[in-house]
């Protein structure tokens, strides 16, 4: 894992860097995407401080690993986030699966993240998720969120999570987000 000193002198760590509760099929997808040169990693640094307030997918402050494990690489040119993914103990539903919330959550969550990440500030309006196969515990998936189109204020994008070979679907899921402020305009047409 990565850390540095911020602002202040309180500590600053990359949660979107592998920890020791991923698995080795996680590592490996992880560095599969890390070594590609047509996507940027996101860091997804956080400060430990004494304010209890956390981004929810992020609220294992302490990395133990038992919430969300995910690291998203995005693509510019696409406009497409895409990612290793690897749900914890806390987020069970079925006996050794992932709740269908947590799934639904990360989804959301994959297109929120890139909406935001293409310039814009939008909130989802509407989620539609569409669960294809059972999603392990401690599994490794590789997730990939898109905009699939912009009209005004109306943003709609898309979600999978595939298996780490991404031959099976596990779930799909769209999402119409609005944007913030109804003064804010699209920076660039998609």
């Known amino acids: 894992e990565t850390a540095a000193t911020a602002k202040g002198g309180a500590d600053l760590v990359d949660l979107a860097w592998p920890s020791a509760r991923w698995s080795e099929q996680s ?8 070594s590609r040169k047509d996507i940027t990693h996101l ?24 919430f969300f494990n995910y690291a998203f690489f995005f693509n510019e040119t696409k406009r497409e986030l895409c990612g290793v993914l690897q749900f914890g103990p806390y987020t069970e539903g079925p006996r050794n699966c992932a709740h269908g919330g947590a799934i ?47 009209d005004g204020r109306k943003i709609w994008a898309s979600c999978q999570i595939l298996s780490s070979n991404k031959q099976t679907v596990s779930a799909k899921a769209t999402s119409l987000f609005l944007l913030a402020n109804k003064e804010d305009k699209p920076q660039s047409p998609i």
């Open 27 to 34: 590592k490996k997808l992880f560095q599969e995407l890390y």
């Open 43 to 66: 860091k997804h640094e956080v400060y430990h401080t004494d304010n209890d307030n956390r981004l929810f997918t992020r609220c294992d402050k302490e990395q133990t690993g038992n």
């Open 104 to 150: 639904a959550t990360m989804c959301d969550a994959i297109m929120g993240k890139l909406i935001y990440r293409c310039g814009y500030t939008a909130l989802t309006a509407n989620l539609s998720v569409d669960y294809k196969a059972l999603i392990t515990l401690g599994g490794t998936y590789y997730i990939q969120g898109l905009i699939e189109k912009v």
